[in-house]
């Protein structure tokens, strides 16, 4: 199927743009402004804002901002060979959705960025003037939209493309915060001699705000309970998981030194059928032992404890629900690195509540502490609360109905928007968040619907007219 947004999203997934990597996104952002003859400007931090002017006869309609992130999370199959630094993302179609071969996709948040473009160049679209504002480092805590200045653009109404339901208007979402925990270990001479791989894979992962409530394994639990299940029998060399804060662990491995290997492939296989039973529709969950080349020294007893009872302790997933579908307050346990000297771990927690924000972060600080681990807290985000009048959404309402005959539903999300922080920099803003049908954002299995993605895009062209 051809359209000029898919041809948009496909030369951008070409370009690099992992967080903390937004450059040379923002400056082909900039470099296609210039050659439509628009105004582009970025901030000290690398945020992009276009300035689009109003078609004939639309020069007197209050404005639109358009906003969406650049960066996106750069997450790859096992086995599969990418560079995420240069190497393009290898975007096809199957079966009416938009893939990418071994990769996240990009589709969070880039159909944003290819709805603004193609919008903005087709001339025979009608629209008042525009602001285009892409923001860089979403994915890391929001991290772009806090450093944008106050009341950064002059628009009263903002539609933030950045959800994954077509026919669903988020209204508020999430705040959040990060916590990363620490501590120093030592490192012994070892006493077993056969050295073995434990990893755990096949796991659904997913995003940790949308899918933290979808009863979803964590790969690093489930390692940590095959450590913990044969601790006696095995001294640890190495330990691994998660891929980033915001995504549910999908992967892990450990190296240790075992005189037990038999034990060893009783207990993973014992916790690999504990996982199929407790977590009903992962049934691909797999616990693999393999011999390893291994030499260096292990981790000593107390520290090894430490790990496990640390990791043990931390919880993950849903703390308290906000409605019947729609958590309040969760925690993921994201990423654990064992470096030769110290261990790192690294949670996000979320909550539709300050109070409850607050609550869940003391319970991990409280575990952490309490082993003698240090704790820093940092990139907090604040939630986005819902108004209780919004003439854009009943705009928005009417027109879905009038295109599609049928009615939006209207939502509350537990994942992060940038909308909390627009709320706190906008004098007066209204705002309402879309996007198109959308499935396994944060992993490799990530996908968008082409015709929602066509759909969602010619609503927007609508919208901004009323």
Same mark, same amino acid.
């Given at each position: 199927?051809?359209?000029?947004?898919?041809?948009?999203?496909?030369?951008?997934?070409?370009?690099?743009?992992?967080?903390?990597?937004?450059?040379?996104?923002?400056?082909?952002?900039?470099?296609?402004?210039?050659?439509?003859?628009?105004?582009?400007?970025?901030?000290?931090?690398?945020?992009?804002?276009?300035?689009?002017?109003?078609?004939?006869?639309?020069?007197?309609?209050?404005?639109?901002?358009?906003?969406?992130?650049?960066?996106?999370?750069?997450?790859?199959?096992?086995?599969?060979?990418?560079?995420?630094?240069?190497?393009?993302?290898?975007?096809?179609?199957?079966?009416?959705?938009?893939?990418?071969?071994?990769?996240?996709?990009?589709?969070?948040?880039?159909?944003?960025?290819?709805?603004?473009?193609?919008?903005?160049?087709?001339?025979?679209?009608?629209?008042?003037?525009?602001?285009?504002?892409?923001?860089?480092?979403?994915?890391?805590?929001?991290?772009?939209?806090?450093?944008?200045?106050?009341?950064?653009?002059?628009?009263?109404?903002?539609?933030?493309?950045?959800?994954?339901?077509?026919?669903?208007?988020?209204?508020?979402?999430?705040?959040?915060?990060?916590?990363?925990?620490?501590?120093?270990?030592?490192?012994?001479?070892?006493?077993?001699?056969?050295?073995?791989?434990?990893?755990?894979?096949?796991?659904?992962?997913?995003?940790?705000?949308?899918?933290?409530?979808?009863?979803?394994?964590?790969?690093?639990?489930?390692?940590?309970?095959?450590?913990?299940?044969?601790?006696?029998?095995?001294?640890?060399?190495?330990?691994?998981?998660?891929?980033?804060?915001?995504?549910?662990? &999908?992967?892990?491995?450990? *190296? +240790?030194?075992? /005189? $037990?290997?038999?034990? @060893? %492939?009783?207990?993973?296989? =014992?916790?690999?059928?504990?996982?199929?039973?407790?977590?009903?529709?992962?049934?691909?969950?797999?616990?693999?032992?393999?011999?390893? &080349?291994?030499?260096?020294? *292990? +981790?000593?007893? /107390? $520290?090894?404890?430490? @790990? %496990?009872?640390?990791?043990? =302790?931390?919880?993950?997933?849903?703390?308290?629900?906000?409605?019947?579908?729609?958590?309040?307050?969760?925690?993921?346990?994201?990423?654990?690195?064992?470096?030769?000297?110290?261990?790192?771990? $690294?949670?996000?927690?979320?909550?539709?509540?300050?109070?409850?924000?607050?609550?869940?972060?003391?319970?991990?600080?409280?575990?952490?502490?309490?082993?003698?681990?240090?704790?820093?807290?940092?990139?907090?985000?604040?939630?986005?609360?819902?108004?209780? $009048?919004?003439?854009?959404?009943?705009?928005?309402?009417?027109?879905?109905?009038?295109?599609?005959?049928?009615?939006?539903?209207?939502?509350?999300?537990?994942?992060?928007?940038?909308?909390?922080?627009?709320?706190?920099?906008?004098?007066?803003?209204?705002?309402?968040?879309?996007?198109?049908?959308?499935?396994?954002?944060?992993?490799?299995?990530?996908?968008?619907?082409?015709?929602?993605?066509?759909?969602?895009?010619?609503?927007?062209?609508?919208?901004?007219?009323?």
């Amino acid at each position: 199927m051809s359209h000029r947004v898919l041809e948009v999203f496909k030369e951008i997934s070409k370009i690099p743009r992992c967080s903390k990597h937004c450059e040379k996104i923002a400056e082909w952002i900039c470099n296609w402004a210039s050659n439509n003859g628009f105004k582009c400007k970025r901030d000290s931090y690398g945020n992009v804002i276009v300035n689009v002017p109003a078609t004939n006869g639309y020069e007197s309609k209050s404005s639109y901002a358009l906003q969406g992130h650049m960066d996106m999370v750069c997450v790859k199959a096992e086995g599969v060979e990418h560079d995420f630094s240069k190497d393009p993302i290898d975007v096809y179609e199957e079966e009416g959705w938009l893939k990418a071969k071994g990769t996240t996709l990009g589709a969070d948040d880039g159909v944003a960025i290819a709805i603004a473009v193609a919008l903005s160049e087709d001339e025979s679209k009608e629209h008042p003037e525009l602001e285009l504002v892409f923001t860089a480092d979403e994915e890391i805590g929001l991290v772009g939209a806090s450093h944008l200045e106050k009341n950064f653009v002059k628009s009263k109404r903002l539609i933030n493309i950045d959800s994954e339901k077509e026919g669903v208007f988020v209204i508020g979402c999430a705040g959040g915060e990060d916590i990363d925990i620490s501590f120093p270990l030592k490192r012994q001479t070892r006493r077993f001699s056969r050295a073995l791989s434990i990893t755990v894979s096949g796991l659904k992962g997913g995003h940790s705000g949308t899918e933290i409530n979808s009863n979803r394994a964590n790969a690093i639990k489930l390692l940590n309970e095959v450590l913990y299940r044969s601790f006696s029998s095995i001294e640890l060399v190495h330990f691994s998981g998660g891929k980033a804060r915001n995504a549910i662990p &999908d992967f892990a491995r450990a *190296v +240790v030194f075992t /005189d $037990s290997p038999n034990e @060893i %492939v009783d207990v993973a296989k =014992k916790v690999e059928n504990y996982a199929r039973a407790l977590f009903t529709g992962e049934d691909d969950i797999n616990i693999e032992i393999k011999d390893e &080349d291994a030499s260096m020294d *292990v +981790v000593d007893r /107390d $520290s090894f404890s430490k @790990i %496990v009872e640390l990791i043990n =302790k931390l919880p993950h997933g849903v703390y308290e629900m906000y409605d019947d579908e729609t958590p309040k307050t969760s925690n993921n346990l994201a990423v654990v690195n064992l470096d030769i000297d110290r261990f790192n771990l $690294s949670t996000n927690q979320r909550s539709l509540t300050e109070d409850g924000l607050d609550k869940i972060c003391a319970i991990i600080e409280d575990v952490a502490r309490g082993l003698e681990c240090s704790v820093k807290r940092h990139s907090r985000y604040p939630a986005w609360t819902p108004k209780e $009048s919004s003439e854009l959404l009943e705009d928005a309402r009417e027109l879905y109905f009038e295109m599609f005959k049928k009615k939006p539903r209207t939502k509350v999300i537990h994942a992060g928007l940038e909308c909390g922080i627009f709320a706190s920099k906008l004098d007066d803003v209204d705002m309402l968040s879309i996007g198109p049908d959308m499935e396994g954002i944060h992993s490799p299995d990530e996908r968008v619907n082409i015709e929602s993605f066509i759909r969602v895009y010619e609503f927007v062209c609508e919208l901004v007219k009323r």
